[in-house]
């Protein structure tokens, strides 16, 4: 019997109990269920609704969804953080092989830009160095993998020399060779299954998110400032790469965004709003150019790597500055600080947040680190929240716990407010059996159906798994249904279990 129904149902059955036995007492609890149903009524009314810019544009609304306010939102300048150690993880990277061509020995110097390591199974994907300075550690993981390999920054910042190009008549395939060669390739996401793309693939479009709506992702605006040239370099190269169309994703729900983005030339713009997830690539990509099957091949880039490969042509050096959003209820001064790809966590954080759960990325698909781990490739935020490892006396059935849930059971649940909340890592209840509850559609705006996806993936039902849409999603896609799962299923490594199983196929 469903918590839903209980929830529902007790009352009336209480009320038929009692009424018998107690008549005077049954107008009470009858009162109390007309109450009860009055508020439910008018919370209703009441929901947050999703509101879009209407600043002469034409914005896809996303109805479905939900913004988790978390306290600790980064705010104020940009701070230049004081990072000495960096590392470049080849786990990072689905799907390559285990132990990549390392090309660089402890002691070695090396300038930002210089080549770490390459693919075994694809030689001219090479991996560079996001600062100058001594290669310190290469570290191994399970089954001697290369877990990481560090570099402890001199500080001078000196860059690998990069050749002239000139992207109006240069061949796409020297293009591509240049990009490899001088290691931003890796900055590509191919999607179905994320993975780096084979340097032969041609990509059917290409899509650009500049925004993010996951708990306490960056500002937008403070992210590119200062690349504005470099973003729109990248656009254009990128434009040299596909046989479609460079789509860039905007922020439908403000009415200024950056200059660049706004102004972006030789792409086509499509303005998102909604809650989170409106701003993932790929929600955008459902609702602009949806794949299609396997074969339909996309790519997929951020802001700041689209600028990091403009800044081949533009500045003519690998840029692998990065803006880091560092938020969450359990740091003291939320922030944004400027420093480099690979980051050492510790010294990003700088003695906040000991007492929370470190989680490289957003508190929905990102992955909990310690003070000695390192930004993963892609991650542009920190955040910090409770460990939440205590046991939950009546759980659910404390209406007054001010905890962000889309249940109705919670009191809150029905009255939402935008006010913000402290956090934690608690799953709010054990593993259940996996049900269907119509929360997944309610929180995913995709024409999916993502319980019969996982139940596919789990019985590993191929057919079904292609026919559901398995090739439209990425763990990031997913993450808010895990967070709304009754079933406390892990859904976003369900989901890497279908795609890992299709790709070997």
């Not at 879009?52 to 544009?57: F, I, Q, V």
């Not at 997929?300 to 600028?307: D, F, I, K, M, S």
């Amino acid at each position: 019997m469903s918590i839903a129904f209980l929830s529902t149902n007790l009352p009336i059955l209480l009320a038929a109990v009692f009424g018998t036995m107690f008549p005077t007492l049954s107008y009470i609890v009858y009162g109390l269920i007309g109450l009860l149903s009055l508020l439910y009524i008018a919370s209703i009314f009441s929901q947050k609704k999703p509101k879009a810019s209407t600043a002469g544009k034409n914005v896809k609304l996303l109805k479905k969804g939900f913004d988790i306010p978390v306290k600790g939102v980064p705010e104020g300048e940009v701070l230049a953080a004081k990072t000495t150690k960096f590392a470049i993880q080849p786990k990072n990277f689905p799907y390559i092989f285990p132990i990549p061509k390392v090309t660089v020995e402890v002691g070695d110097q090396v300038n930002a830009g210089d080549i770490l390591f390459y693919d075994r199974d694809n030689t001219k994907v090479k991996f560079a160095s996001p600062v100058s300075g001594k290669v310190t550690e290469i570290n191994r993981g399970a089954k001697r993998s290369i877990a990481e390999i560090v570099i402890d920054a001199d500080g001078q910042q000196t860059y690998r020399e990069v050749a002239s190009i000139n992207l109006e008549t240069i061949s796409r395939d020297d293009l591509v060779n240049f990009l490899a060669e001088n290691g931003v390739w890796p900055m590509i996401n191919q999607r179905p299954y994320d993975v780096i793309p084979s340097l032969d693939a041609v990509p059917r479009d290409i899509f650009v998110t500049t925004f993010d709506t996951a708990p306490l992702a960056p500002d937008a605006s403070k992210v590119i400032a200062g690349k504005e040239v470099a973003f729109q370099a990248g656009l254009d190269i990128l434009r040299k790469l596909t046989s479609g169309k460079v789509h860039l994703g905007l922020d439908g729900r403000v009415a200024k965004i950056s200059s660049a983005f706004a102004e972006a030339n030789g792409v086509e713009k499509h303005w998102f709003a909604g809650f989170h997830p409106a701003g993932n690539v790929g929600v955008q990509i459902h609702h602009i150019a949806p794949i299609k099957n396997g074969d339909d091949i996309v790519w997929t880039l951020g802001a700041q790597e689209v600028a990091s490969i403009g800044a081949l042509i533009a500045n003519k050096k690998y840029d692998a500055s990065r803006v880091v959003a560092i938020g969450g209820n359990k740091v003291n001064k939320p922030r944004y600080v400027q420093t480099y790809m690979g980051a050492k966590i510790g010294e990003l954080l700088d003695g906040d947040g000991k007492e929370g759960r470190v989680i490289a990325g957003d508190i929905l698909s990102g992955e909990q680190k310690d003070y000695g781990g390192y930004l993963n490739y892609f991650d542009n935020q920190i955040s910090v929240i409770g460990e939440g490892d205590y046991y939950e006396m009546f759980g659910w059935a404390m209406p007054t716990k001010k905890v962000p849930s889309i249940s109705k059971t919670y009191f809150q649940g029905m009255f939402p407010s935008t006010k913000l909340k402290d956090v934690d890592a608690n799953l709010h209840g054990e593993k259940r059996a996996f049900v269907m509850t119509g929360e997944y559609e309610r929180v995913l705006p995709m024409d999916i159906y993502p319980q019969h996806l996982m139940k596919a993936i789990i019985t590993a039902d191929y057919e079904k798994m292609e026919g559901l849409g398995i090739h439209e999603l990425s763990e990031e896609d997913i993450a808010l249904c895990e967070f709304a799962c009754t079933s406390k299923q892990p859904l976003q490594s369900i989901l890497r279990q279908g795609l890992t199983e299709l790709y070997s196929e």
